[in-house]
């Protein structure tokens, strides 16, 4: 079931936070080519935005990146998977994670709580096959392997790619998120890039304690963040050379990759999703 999941989200999607989700722009990427589309931050545990964007769709996935169990009722969410499913079958993959300690007030015992809640979704319904973990740690990556079909990871490089296959086995969902700035001045890139790395998540132990894992030191991770950082989670440049940045993730073992577009917040994305798009070959549908 995992290996079809992976063929049916394709190999690239959209990450993008729920505010700035409609159903038009949703359309427009299905029109593009791309396989699916992730709601990044914390979506309501009802989940009704997932229902607008399928209806105007017709072979788009959707998937959650991600409800967070400290906000989300496990039941709750479970009776919208299943409203999801019946209405759009196959069609949505609910993505779940412990979030962030520093905006938490009740974090405590994370894993277990993790873990706890992956329970209570089977319990009510939700099959494991499509339920996915915001996974960077080699426990939380087991977590997926063992009780979930996968991991997406967020913020993460290459290599960490390659490790999280390691941990997570051949068949597991692997689908990291990476973020893109289409500007062939690396000055300007950097800067939009280094700006949208450093805040929120140079001050996040969870994101800081991964890099620092994958080899990234404190002079990497202080300030702004260093260049080689910023160069390893932000790709820019050209849209062949952004393309060719977001497939080394799936040279290194990724199933599909969720491209997160850095633009100026009053710009239309649709160009350089386009852009992006025709650069990664993805088969632009008619209409």
């Not at 690239?12 to 593009?32: I, K, S």
């Not at 319904?125 to 080699?138: D, F, I, N, Y």
């Not at 997926?144 to 051949?170: K, M, Q, S």
Request: with cysteine; net charge negative; glycine share 12%.
């Amino acid at each position: 079931m995992t290996a079809k999941l992976a063929d049916r989200l394709g190999p690239f999607g959209v990450w993008r936070g729920t505010p700035q989700v409609t159903p038009e722009l949703a359309a427009e990427l299905e029109r593009l080519g791309y396989g699916a589309l992730w709601l990044g931050g914390s979506p309501a545990a009802d989940l009704a935005i997932v229902d607008q964007l399928l209806a105007v769709t017709g072979t788009l996935m959707v998937g959650t990146s991600i409800v967070n169990m400290w906000q989300s009722d496990a039941a709750v969410v479970a009776q919208s998977y299943a409203r999801i499913e019946a209405g759009y079958p196959g069609r949505f993959v609910l993505g779940v994670g412990a979030g962030h300690r520093e905006a938490t007030p009740e974090y405590a015992s994370p894993y277990d709580t993790l873990a706890t809640y992956v329970g209570r979704l089977e319990a009510a319904g939700v099959p494991s096959e499509r339920l996915v973990l915001a996974a960077l740690g080699p426990r939380v990556l087991r977590l997926a392997a063992n009780r979930t079909g996968g991991a997406i990871p967020y913020l993460v490089p290459p290599e960490h790619t390659r490790r999280a296959r390691e941990i997570l086995g051949p068949d597991k969902l692997l689908a990291p998120e990476h973020k893109v700035v289409l500007d062939p001045d690396p000055r300007h890139a950097r800067a939009l890039g280094g700006g949208r790395v450093r805040t929120p998540y140079l001050g996040l132990v969870n994101y800081t304690s991964n890099l620092r894992r994958l080899g990234y030191t404190d002079e990497d991770l202080a300030g702004v963040g260093s260049d080689r950082l910023v160069d390893a989670l932000v790709a820019h440049g050209s849209p062949e050379q952004v393309a060719a940045r977001l497939t080394a993730h799936l040279d290194a073992g990724a199933d599909h990759v969720c491209v997160q577009l850095l633009a100026d917040a009053d710009a239309d994305p649709v160009p350089q999703y386009a852009e992006l798009a025709r650069a990664l070959g993805l088969g632009q549908r008619p209409g």
